[in-house]
């Protein structure tokens, strides 16, 4: 994969590229990321690439020629109104992303269509934003990383980057791993079906569930007897209700997404009836 970030601020990204999945995934020709810094695109003295807001207002705007200019000497960028219309028709290859606050929000199931793409470019926002023309005529999609306002759009560019990079087959070295993780979004029956008998259990959309190392008894705090017994139904049974558990605890909002089974039910009631949520447990007579 090919990604080009557009920025005033190409030193930002020397950190954040340098380090782990990303650096491996560069060196191995997994991913090629190209920074252009919007200044060199300016005509003026002062390297101007923001202005005030026609029809007044607080802040600045980013100007939309540097930004056109830039993705223009790409060369190789499809138009816009081929990119939207591919994006009826999956798979794309391409997309230009503008970093906005205004944006849809950023999850793992649109990590995971980004990482199919052959061309991505992330165009960084800054100040009160971009000319409005950047996101009618050039970006086919607009992404936020959170309901939360940023400085600009680097942080959220390395964020995609870092996400979508490490779902690039190669990226990382167990790539089942991958499906384990939290707000992956696979059916729980088909993760249990992988491979035979298994002691993991793929997220399904929900957070992950709780991980232990060596030593077995650390100051007292002693592993779960069911991770150490050797059962793999009991481990995943274990694994799925605990993920359940703290779905409920930490975000109840993904379980009016997800696909439960009937054996994720009777868990989640189980959860709920021991309190494992966090909360108090609740009466037999309320499940």
Sequence with gaps: ?????????????????????????????????????LRSFTKDKHRTVDDRPFGGGEGMVLKPEPIFECLESLGDIRPREDRVAQLERAPTKQSVVLLSAQGGRLDQTLAAQLSALDRMVLICGRYEGVDERISQHLADREISIGDYVLSGGELGA????????????????????????????????????????????????????????????????????V??????????????????????????????????????????????????DGASPVPTKDI
């Excluded at 109840?252 to 709920?272: F, G, N, S």
């Design 158 to 225: 390395a964020v995609i980057v870092d996400t979508v990079t490490r779902l690039i087959p190669g990226a990382v070295g167990n790539q089942n791993s991958t499906r384990q993780e939290s707000f992956t979004e696979a059916s729980h029956a088909s993760e249990l079906a992988v491979d035979g008998p298994n002691a993991t259990c793929g997220s399904g959309g929900l957070l992950d569930y709780p991980h232990y190392t060596r030593p077995a008894d650390f100051r007292g705090m002693t592993v779960p007897e």
């Design 1 to 37: 994969m090919k990604i080009d970030i557009l920025t005033i601020f190409p030193d930002f990204f020397r950190g954040p590229l340098d380090y782990g999945i990303v650096r491996r995934a560069r060196e191995t020709g997994l991913v090629e990321i190209r920074i252009h810094d």
């Design 227 to 276: 991770l150490m017994n050797g059962n793999h139904d009991e481990i995943r049974s274990w694994r799925r209700k605990t993920a359940l558990a703290k779905t409920l605890r930490n975000r109840p909002d993904l379980l009016e997404r997800v696909r439960l089974t009937p054996e994720d039910r009777k868990l989640l009631a189980e959860v709920q009836l021991a309190g494992l």
